[in-house]
Structures are given as structure tokens and as C-alpha cells.
């Protein structure tokens, strides 16, 4: 009895081994299955990445992973944060324009004067050689007023030289009395003037390349106390000194 023949491959010309195409299979399955595991292997670095760079990043205000601070916090300081820290306008950086007059604690202003006319509030602002000013006026119902002026300039030298000349000025001839004041600030000049019923109150000091003025007015018919207003305009001044650092 005679069997078919097995099926084989073809023999090779001139000789040889017949094509080994069971190895071939088995590199390409081998090949295959080194290539899952470096994806896989691949997968896993950069999950791993990925959760390190989220928990570096997370958190309420903490440190920044490139060596800064991380100032997206929720409550913001006094630095311009979402809740502006727990002294209302009466601290933080701002900029020198014209809304940085509704940005001050009018606490003290009130105590003294009374209730902040807030829609009478004056404001201008300008700029010389990229240097800014800003000028504004607080009114009482009574429509008296705290006046504030603050200019930038180049150097600390050119601020003291405005409060330097007060004295040519503001003297005893063209009746004022002038006094240096060394309160606040790195020089400055107190000085009123008097007249039939009411009684004007300066301070004039430099912060740095800041020059800062505050002015009032008092009417006897109000009855605002003379030491009070002073204490509002020095309360400004202080301000002026933490809001505009920056510029100093």
C-alpha cells in the first residue's frame, strides 16, 4: 500500500538547505512581543512623569517647582490675591494711576471728616517721560476735602529737591509755619497757614524717588479737629509709602 507523500519545500537550486520559514515566523512573534513590552514600559514612564509634574504643581499658594512661589493661592495676601488679605485697601502694591485713589482705607478719613463722599472723589493722573503722577481729592458730605498729590521721579535726589525748596516758599513772610518733619518717609516739611475761620495743614515728604503732598482745609463752622485731620493725612502718607514701594 503506498501513502501519499507528504507535502515538503521546494528544493533549493544548486543545492542548500530549504528555506526556514517556521524560524522566520518565530522572530517576527519575538520581535513583536519586544516591541509590546517598550511600549507598555514607555506608557508607564510617562504616567509616572505626568503624576510627579501634577503633585509639583498642586496646592494653595505653596512653593513653584522652578524655585519661585506659587502665588495662585486663595487667599492672595496682600499682594493682589483673590481676597486681598484682611486689610481691605489700606496695603498692597498697586499702580500709579488715577484708581489707585479709590484704593486706600478710608477709616481713619472717616472718623475725622465723616462719611466719604465717594461720588465727589476727584482723580486725574499723568506721565512725563514715562514718570506718572496722580492727584486726588476726598470729600466729606460737607464738601470738605483731603488733597493728595504723588509724583515719580528719576532719582531720590530729584524728590528731595521739591521738599527742599518748600522753604523758599512756605515761610514765615508769605504766612506759613514750617517745620521739618521726620515722621515718615526720608525728609519732609509740615507746615499750616491760618486765616479768618479756617486753617490749611501741609505735609510734604519724599519716599524715596516719591515726592507725596497731603493738604487740608479745616472751617471752624465744621468743628474737625485739628490733631484728627493731621492724623488722616499722616495715615495717607503711609499708605502712599506701602502701595506705591514699588516706584520708590
Known sequence: ???????GYPAPQYGG??????QQNNLWLIGGAVLTVLIVIMTVILLVVQG?????????GGEDPTGGTNETGDDGGNDGGDNGG????GSGAVELNSDAC????FGSFEDAYGALAEEETSRSESSYNGLASIN???YNEDATSVHLSVSDYETSEDAKFWIDGDADYYNEENGYELTEYTEHGDAGNFFTQAGD??????IHVAFGSLEVEVNTTLYDY?????AAATAVLEDLLVQCGEKFADYA
Request: net charge negative; hydrophobic share 15%.
Open 222 to 226: 465744621e468743628s474737625i479737629d485739628e
Open 197 to 202: 475761620g479756617w486753617t490749611s495743614i501741609y
Open 136 to 138: 486726588c481729592t476726598f
Open 52 to 60: 510627579t509634574q501634577n503633585d509639583s504643581n498642586s496646592g494653595d
Open 17 to 22: 538547505q530549504p528555506p526556514q520559514q517556521p
Open 1 to 7: 500500500m503506498t501513502y501519499p507523500s507528504q507535502p
Open 102 to 105: 479709590d484704593a486706600f482705607d
Open 86 to 89: 484682611d486689610d481691605g485697601g
